[in-house]
C-alpha cells in the first residue's frame, strides 16, 4: 500500500537540510517539498487558504490565525529562534537614548504588528526596559497576515507613498523595528545587543522562538499518528545538525549557526523540540501577546499543539 503524500513548506537551513534532502524519512508518509521564496508569503498563503498540509509558520502569526479560528495546529517543532534585542534601531538625533525615551513618539514597524520579531523587541522593551507601549505611535509597513485581525488604537499604517526607512534616516521616525537601515544617524537603540540577548538567556532560560511547523487540521484529523510522525522527523534532522555543528562540520556557517554554538557553550540546548521544553518560552510570548493586543484572551501552551506530540521531546 503507497502511503499518502502531503505538500510541506519550509525554508532549508541547517536543521531541516537532512529532511529536505531525503535523508530522514518519515515512516507514515510521503512528503512533496514546495518552495515559497520569501517564506513569509507561505504564512499568508496558508493562514488566508490553508493551502499547504504542512508549513513553516512564524509563530505569532500562528497564535493570532489560530484566535481567528484558522483551521491548522502547530506540532513543536520550532525550527528558527533568535534574539531579538538588536530588532530596533534608533534615529541618534531622535534625543532617544533608551527604550523609555519612546514614549510619546512614532515608531516603525516592519510589515505588520503581528510580526513575530516586533513582537519579541516591544516584549523585550517593556519587560527589561520599562516602556510603556501603549505610549507609542506603532507605525505599520504593510498589513496583517490575518486579514481579520483588527490592531490596537495606538496602531497605524504607514503613510502612502513613505517608507519605514526613509522616515527612520530622516528622523520622522524616531526609531523602526525590523528596518534594513545603513545611514550615519541610525544605530541599534539597545547596545551590545548580542551580549544582552545571551545575559537574557543566562537568566531566563529564554532562546526566543520565531518559526514553528503547524498542519492542516483535516489531514491531522484523518491521520492521528502523522503529528508525532513529523515530530520525530524534523528532531532526528536537527540532531544531525547539532552534531555537525558542535563537530564543526558545516561548511559556511552563518550567523544563526554561530548563535546556536554561543547557546551551546553555555551549556544550553540551541533548538530543543516538544511542548514542554519550550513551555516557559511559549508561556512569555503568549503574555507578550496578550498584552500588545495580538490576542483577546489568554490560550495555554497546550491548546496550540497536537495532541499526538504533547508528550514528545527531543
Not at 57 to 78: D, F, N, Q, S
Not at 192 to 205: I, M, Q, S
Request: glycine residues 8%.
Amino acid at each position: 500500500m503507497s502511503l499518502p503524500k502531503f505538500t510541506l513548506v519550509t525554508r532549508t537551513n541547517g536543521a531541516n537540510r537532512a529532511l529536505k534532502e531525503g535523508r530522514v524519512i518519515p515512516k507514515v508518509c510521503e512528503l512533496e517539498f514546495v518552495e515559497v521564496d520569501p517564506i513569509i508569503a507561505a504564512f499568508r498563503r496558508m493562514v488566508r487558504g490553508n493551502e499547504f498540509d504542512i508549513c513553516e509558520m512564524a509563530v505569532t502569526t500562528y497564535i493570532c490565525a489560530k484566535a481567528h479560528g484558522k483551521k491548522m495546529t502547530a506540532i513543536p517543532v520550532p525550527l528558527v529562534r533568535a534574539f531579538h534585542h538588536g530588532a530596533t534601531l534608533v534615529n541618534a538625533k531622535s534625543g532617544v537614548q533608551v527604550p523609555k525615551d519612546l514614549e510619546g513618539r512614532r515608531v516603525g514597524v516592519n510589515r505588520g504588528y503581528t510580526v513575530t520579531t516586533g513582537v519579541w523587541a516591544r516584549g523585550i522593551m517593556a519587560d527589561e526596559y520599562g516602556l510603556d507601549l501603549s505610549k507609542v505611535t506603532w507605525v505599520l509597513s504593510g498589513d496583517e497576515h490575518v486579514a481579520e485581525y483588527k490592531a490596537p488604537g495606538n496602531v497605524v499604517p504607514i503613510e502612502a507613498g513613505k517608507k519605514i526607512e526613509d522616515m527612520l534616516a530622516s528622523g520622522e521616525l524616531a526609531a523602526a523595528i525590523g528596518a534594513d537601515v545603513k545611514h550615519p544617524d541610525v544605530r541599534p537603540l539597545i547596545p551590545n545587543a548580542l551580549e544582552a540577548g545571551l545575559a537574557a538567556y543566562k537568566r531566563d532560560g529564554h532562546y526566543p522562538i520565531n518559526h514553528l511547523v503547524v498542519v492542516k487540521d483535516e489531514v491531522l484529523e484523518k491521520h492521528p499518528d502523522l503529528a508525532a510522525d513529523i515530530f520525530h522527523a524534523f528532531v532526528e534532522a536537527k540532531r544531525i545538525y547539532v552534531a555537525d555543528l558542535k563537530a564543526g562540520k558545516i561548511d559556511r556557517p552563518d550567523v544563526a549557526d554561530s548563535i546556536h554554538l554561543k547557546v551551546v557553550a553555555m551549556g544550553g540546548a540551541p533548538l530543543p523540540y516538544g511542548v514542554e521544553p519550550n513551555r516557559k518560552v511559549m508561556e512569555t510570548l503568549i503574555g507578550h501577546a496578550l498584552s500588545q493586543g495580538i490576542i483577546a484572551q489568554k490560550v495555554s501552551v497546550d491548546e496550540l499543539f497536537a495532541k499526538g506530540t504533547w508528550g514528545l521531546a527531543g
